[in-house]
């Protein structure tokens, strides 16, 4: 581009110093190296006022409302407050597009996306987003119309923005990972394909999201930053190769094995024989994952496969970070019911989160505000005492009252047995 009109960004260029890839040599390369003037206009005004931005230590992006037809969510609009001096940025809206299942992708569907940014956007794009979306950083409120269609022509959908149910996420699964316990991309599909409505037309007290992990190391994170997490795991005992363990032991020593397994599991659940083989009090395992990572050809995951489903996880906000609560400690997915009935009680939850939060409320705030048990009510599950919030903290508990609770749990599981019995 015409060096005279390239704005100077002296404060920026500092930032590229660093050990780390700058995002302002990607700007940069947009700006000098793109064979399209308009996307090297929009990346030099963009620079130009992120740098005036930096001298004024003010931002100078506002919100708005753009959206494409059908849609209420999505988009997400910015237009600048200094567009007469920066006017090819002036309107540099983003646009939010749902990832497949597990973020499986084919080279042909990344070329084909990347052709029709360039044509309509400003060409910058992230994988992903911290909701999981791809996103599409950068265009006018017009083109934000036409990149839609065009996407949208060969199969692609907007995700969540504003009090919406938000994009789902999942993690890689079973194709790439020996951890997985559970078909995560199957439960991602069913709650998507049911709350579609939701995801497009915001009506909720706030954002709600679901997430999918396939093993207790839960890479998407869902235990901390979803509304609905499901985390595959198992409850039967773990799988132990002890020729592999042996090979393990001979190949790092038996000290490297008690220093970095056994003494680091948190319940004191593995022991190193004389013979080289492990122990594994599977009563004790709290399926912290850490022995499976550090031998994984040694130990596996059992066979009886389910998940687990935690409600009201979610980063700060009104009452700091919450993890989400244990609401279903354990169920297997065998059938369609069995994810009918995970459907169900996402269904059941995001209504009650609708009628009962306040705005701006994630679920885990309301359960906090109301009561869990009242939470339960309203969802309709019974109380399980293997709800687990948080482990305790503290040794010293009063325990008035526990011995009647427990007494009722044993004869609703007593009548529940007997029910399923005949
Ligand atoms: Fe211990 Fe964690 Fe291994 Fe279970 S998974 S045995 S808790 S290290």
């Not at 839609?148 to 890689?172: H, K, S």
């Not at 596996?300 to 400690?329: A, E, F, H, N, Q």
């Not at 599950?381 to 009722?408: F, H, L």
């Amino acid at each position: 581009m015409d060096q005279k009109k390239i704005y100077p960004t002296p404060m920026l260029d500092i930032l590229e110093e660093g050990p780390w890839p700058s995002f302002i040599s990607g700007f940069k390369r947009l700006r000098d190296k793109h064979p399209e003037k308009r996307i090297n206009e929009m990346a030099n005004s963009l620079l130009g006022q992120l740098e005036h931005s930096y001298e004024t230590r003010k931002g100078y992006w506002k919100g708005g409302t753009v959206s494409v037809f059908g849609y209420g969510g999505g988009i997400i609009p910015r237009f600048s407050e200094v567009g007469a001096a920066f006017p090819e940025s002036r309107e540099f809206h983003t646009l939010r597009v749902q990832p497949p299942a597990g973020n499986f992708y084919t080279t042909a569907m990344l070329k084909q996306m990347a052709d029709s940014w360039e044509k309509y956007g400003s060409g910058m794009v992230t994988f992903h987003g911290q909701t999981g979306n791809i996103m599409f950083i950068g265009t006018t409120t017009e083109n934000t119309q036409h990149f839609f269609d065009e996407i949208n022509e060969y199969g692609w959908d907007l995700g969540g923005a504003g009090p919406c149910v938000r994009t789902a996420m999942c993690c890689v699964g079973s194709a790439r990972c020996e951890q997985s316990c559970c078909n995560e991309h199957a439960i991602q599909r069913h709650l998507v394909n049911t709350f579609t409505d939701d995801v497009h037309r915001p009506a909720l007290p706030y954002k709600f999201k679901f997430k999918v992990s396939g093993c207790p190391n839960d890479c998407v994170n869902s235990i901390e930053r979803s509304d609905f997490a499901v985390i595959g795991t198992w409850r039967d005992e773990m799988k132990v190769d002890q020729n592999e363990v042996k090979a393990f032991v001979k190949k790092k020593g038996r000290q490297y094995v008690i220093d970095n397994i056994t003494t680091r599991c948190p319940t004191q659940a593995l022991t190193l024989k004389d013979d080289d083989t492990l122990a594994v009090d599977n009563k004790n395992c709290v399926r912290c994952m850490h022995c499976l990572n550090v031998m994984p050809k040694a130990l596996s995951p059992g066979d009886d496969k389910g998940v687990t489903i935690l409600i009201g996880g979610k980063r700060t906000l009104k009452i700091g970070d919450l993890m989400g609560t244990v609401i279903v400690p354990f169920m297997r997915l065998d059938t369609v019911e069995d994810y009918e009935k995970i459907v169900e009680m996402a269904q059941n939850t995001i209504d009650f989160f609708a009628e009962n939060a306040l705005e701006h409320e994630r679920t885990g705030e309301m359960i906090e505000r109301i009561g869990l048990v009242n939470f339960l009510e309203g969802i309709g599950i019974d109380v399980d005492p293997n709800m687990v919030s948080s482990p305790r903290q503290c040794s010293y508990v009063r325990t008035d009252g526990w011995d009647e609770e427990a007494e009722k749990w044993f004869q609703r599981k007593a009548e529940e047995k007997a029910a399923a019995a005949g």
